[in-house]
Nanobody, 126 residues
Framework: SVQVLESGGGLVQAGGSLRLSCTAS????????MGWFRQAPGKEREGVSC????????YYTDSVKGRFTISRDNAKKSLYLQMNSLKPVDTAMYYC???????????????????WGQGTQVTVSS
């Protein structure tokens, strides 16, 4: 069975950094586009960033551009999200997900991601 597991969340002060990790097992990792999503209390889940199979193409939502960096290591079946200059508005549960399809010019929509992790909490204090 497929398992997706996030780690690396925690409590950090505004301006600080965190690095989220995601490991995926039970699937051919290099055949999947990967994405990071987040959901704050009372809000809908939103896409944060995505990366194609090879890692050569990435997209970010406007609010994190220049602060977050997505990357992947196919040999380790792992996905990462380096988050710098964190703000209180970044507080949310962060999810990793895998999609068997890639869109040109934008991240695949959420319904294209068929494997999801349970999430890791990121809390940024002011």
């Amino acid at each position: 069975s497929v398992q997706v597991l996030e780690s690396g969340g925690g409590l950090v002060q505004a301006g600080g950094s965190l690095r989220l990790s995601c490991t995926a097992s039970g699937l051919t990792f290099e055949h999947y586009a990967m994405g990071w999503f987040r959901q704050a209390p009372g809000k809908e889940r939103e896409g944060v960033s995505c990366i194609n199979w090879s890692g050569g193409t990435t997209y970010y939502t406007d609010s994190v551009k220049g602060r977050f960096t997505i990357s992947r290591d196919n040999a380790k079946k792992s996905l990462y999200l380096q988050m710098n200059s964190l703000k209180p508005v970044d507080t949310a549960m962060y999810y990793c997900a895998a999609a068997p399809i890639w869109y040109s010019g934008a991240c695949p929509p959420q319904y294209e991601y068929n494997y999801w992790g349970q999430g890791t909490q990121v809390t940024v204090s002011s």
